[in-house]
Nanobody, 121 residues
Framework: QVKLVGSGGGLVQAGGSLRLSCVAS????????MGWFRQAPGKEREFVAAIRWTSTYSADSVKGRFTISRDNAKNTVYLQMNSLKPEDTAVYYC????????????????WGQGTQVTVSS
């Protein structure tokens, strides 16, 4: 079956960096779009970034600070997060989509378990 395992979250001070990883198995990794979403307490899950082949997409709130990348040989997608802010605090989820709408939750077919990112001020 399909499995997505995210890791790399933690506690960091504002201005710091973290790199999230998500290893996928059970799907044709190079042929699917991979995305990162986040959900803060009391808020809806929101789009952060996505990658399909070599094309990347990101939310305005993280442009210039977060970078998504993938290594098809390792079935892994990464989210490099720099210049972190307290408002980036959330549970971050990786997801896989066989569709072409990369920005919405409902477009994704598979989800990882989530990894907590906490940014202190």
């Amino acid at each position: 079956q399909v499995k997505l395992v995210g890791s790399g979250g933690g506690l960091v001070q504002a201005g710091g960096s973290l790199r999230l990883s998500c290893v996928a198995s059970g799907l044709p990794f190079r042929n699917v779009a991979m995305g990162w979403f986040r959900q803060a307490p009391g808020k809806e899950r929101e789009f952060v970034a996505a990658i399909r082949w070599t094309s990347t997409y990101s939310a305005d709130s993280v442009k210039g600070r977060f970078t998504i990348s993938r290594d098809n040989a390792k079935n892994t997608v990464y989210l490099q997060m720099n210049s972190l802010k307290p408002e980036d605090t959330a549970v971050y989820y990786c997801a896989a989509s066989r569709g072409s709408d990369y920005y919405t939750v409902k477009s994704y077919d598979y989800w990882g378990q989530g990894t907590q990112v906490t940014v202190s001020s």
